[in-house]
């Protein structure tokens, strides 16, 4: 008997995960050794190495650790003075968290439309949003595409705003060959357990601001006053890191270079095969962008024959796990509704899906996932 090809028989035997960190042996020993030594005067000894690391990777001159990138926007929020009052311009399409952290400092979030293909941030809508009250604006790196750096910059100097980067998926992107993270004012990252660099729960503020960067700390860590210990001067916030995330975080940060590369690698193969598909699009990598594809990801046209929703059921029935868009952020609830002014936002948000993008993901089951979304999407 004839043996057929293995490579068309691949199939999944678990769920191929949307997420999904590289943990090697130099993370095991950096977090047994914290965890054996990191007490006392070494206390933060890896946080600090970690925090220095950070710093030199994101061409800053002060990074801080914090237990969230939630916690780290805050503080960024708090560093810049916005509060009640004020307005801050945020993308409607990002993670809930941006806006959140807006609310949080008693401030209103005014949302504005994002690109129809780099799903960032339009610099055109957040021009017209200003008003007399606005006072910074929070451009999102969505995915792992930088968004328009230059552009924003350049609006926001002309307006007198301070720029706040939600850097938090996107380590190692760049505009025009440097590093997110310091292109703006202060800058916001997450290393919750699905993104790229991982340390489970975690983020980190960077700047090359010593003001901003102080009043961050100062906000970050309980509003503490260092003429005196165990003196406040404010009800500040806890949002520290712990020095075993510390150790995992500088790990994984000095191997970033090949996760990225890995992510690149995952997305070609997904392109080689999705690419030429009518009626969806990819990830796209603008000519001044390093994008770090955090998320492989499709947007699905208005008129194919099958709707996002379903396409990610019959998915999950052939062991493909994805996840929605977020969603526009003015269709929650707690947000007042707003008339639907950002038509590319409620777009890519309702028709968007993340694919499997974890870095340890082989070709063969990229190839395999390519290829169901491909018949899926031809076959209706
Ligand atoms: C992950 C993420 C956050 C929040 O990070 P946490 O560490 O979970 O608080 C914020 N904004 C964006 C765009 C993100 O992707």
């Not at 009518?278 to 499709?298: R, T």
């Not at 028709?351 to 499997?356: E, F, V």
């Amino acid at each position: 008997m004839k043996k057929t090809k293995k490579t068309s028989a691949y199939y999944p035997e678990k769920l191929l995960l949307t997420a999904g960190p590289s943990i090697s042996k130099r993370e095991i020993e950096y977090v047994t050794d914290a965890v054996k030594t990191g007490w006392n005067e070494n206390f933060r000894d890896y946080l600090t190495r970690f925090e220095e690391s950070f710093a030199s990777y994101t061409n800053t001159k002060y990074a801080w650790g914090t237990s969230s990138g939630t916690g780290a926007l805050h503080i960024a929020l708090l560093a810049c003075d916005i509060k009640k009052g004020d307005e801050v311009i945020v993308p409607e399409i990002t993670f809930v968290a941006t806006s959140n952290a807006v609310e949080f400092v008693g401030a209103k979030p005014v949302f504005v439309d994002v690109e129809p293909d780099t799903w960032c941030m339009d610099p055109v809508s957040f021009e017209k949003a200003i008003t007399p009250k606005t006072k910074a604006v929070i451009p999102v790196h969505l995915y792992g595409h930088p968004a328009n750096m230059t552009e924003i910059n350049r609006i926001a100097k002309k307006h007198g705003l301070y720029v706040i980067e939600d850097a938090c998926p996107a380590a190692g992107a760049e505009v025009r060959g440097k590093r997110v993270g310091g292109l703006s004012d202060i800058a916001a990252f997450s290393f919750q357990g699905a993104k790229t660099l991982v340390t489970g729960e975690g983020g980190m503020i960077t700047t090359n601001n010593k003001k901003l960067f102080d009043k961050a700390v100062y906000w970050g860590n309980h509003a503490k006053d260092h003429s005196k210990i165990f003196w406040h001067t404010n009800v500040g916030y806890m949002y520290r890191m712990a020095n075993i995330l510390g150790a995992l975080g500088l790990a994984q940060l000095e191997r970033n270079d090949s996760f990225v590369e890995s992510k690149k690698k995952i997305f070609s193969w997904y392109e080689e095969i999705l690419g030429s598909v009518k009626g969806i699009h990819l990830n796209v990598e603008k000519p001044w962008a390093k994008n770090i594809y955090w998320m492989s990801s499709v947007v699905l046209d208005t008129d194919i024959p099958i709707k996002r929703d379903k396409l990610m059921s019959v998915l999950k029935k052939r062991n493909i796990d994805t996840r929605p868009f977020f969603y526009p952020i003015s269709m929650f609830p707690m947000y007042k509704p707003q008339p639907k002014t950002n038509p590319n936002a409620y777009w890519v948000g309702t028709h968007g899906i993340n694919l499997p993008s974890g870095v340890c993901l082989k070709k063969q089951q990229v190839e395999y996932i390519a290829n169901q979304v491909k018949d899926i999407v031809q076959k209706g």
